[in-house]
């Protein structure tokens, strides 16, 4: 997990082999609140629409381009969440 440029956690959780998503292991390492599978709070760290700032994720290195609740992820994916400005 990044807030800017700087890391501030990081956790390996095993997830259920068939079916899961993104949030099923976020939810399992961290306190998350979510707007219709869009993260908006991890850890107590909240996004803040009207500065712009966001919650984004990849995996694998690639932007994800789904909500976290249908995005499917497997045991070995690796997932990174950035709380950052969108432009």
Known sequence: MKQGKKTVDTKSVKIPKKKA???T??????KVQETKGFI???DGKKQNPKKK???TYTING????????QQAVANKDKVKF?????K
């Open 82 to 86: 950035t709380l950052d400005k969108v």
């Open 25 to 30: 292991g976020l939810k399992k390492a961290w």
């Open 40 to 42: 908006t709070s991890i």
């Open 53 to 55: 700032i966001y919650w």
């Open 62 to 69: 690639k932007w994800a381009n789904k909500g976290a609740d």
């Open 21 to 23: 998503k993104v949030i």
